[in-house]
Nanobody, 121 residues
């Protein structure tokens, strides 16, 4: 089995910062692309940022210049540094990863359970 476990969410004031982490664990041969998505109440889940194993990044226009995605391949972990947070960033943030499983060598896409980020004064 493979699990993605997120951490780092919470309540922050506008203009503040948070850092999210997501670690993949289990029977893993390798982890490919990883990313962060978010879902606000009453809205569809949307892409925030993605990063390939070779560290090519992609960002939603709404977070460019404020958020930074990074990863540590030795720890199968992806991070999201969020600066200059705005109330509009309030959402549940989900980690996503393409994982090649050790036992079967097949690649599957996994989601984390989500972590709440609330930006409010």
């Amino acid at each position: 089995q493979v699990q993605l476990v997120e951490s780092g969410g919470g309540l922050v004031q506008p203009g503040g910062s948070l850092r999210l982490s997501c670690a993949a664990s289990g029977s893993i041969f390798s982890v490919g692309a990883m990313g962060w998505y978010r879902q606000a109440p009453g809205k569809q889940r949307e892409l925030v940022a993605t990063i390939t194993r070779g560290e090519i990044t992609n960002y939603a226009d709404s977070v460019k210049g404020r958020f930074t995605i990074s990863r540590d391949n030795t720890k199968n972990t992806v991070y999201l540094q969020m600066n200059s947070l705005e109330p509009e960033d309030t959402a549940v943030y989900y980690c996503n990863a393409d994982v090649r499983r050790r036992a079967t060598m097949t690649q599957w896409n996994y989601w984390g359970q989500g972590t709440q980020v609330t930006v409010s004064s």
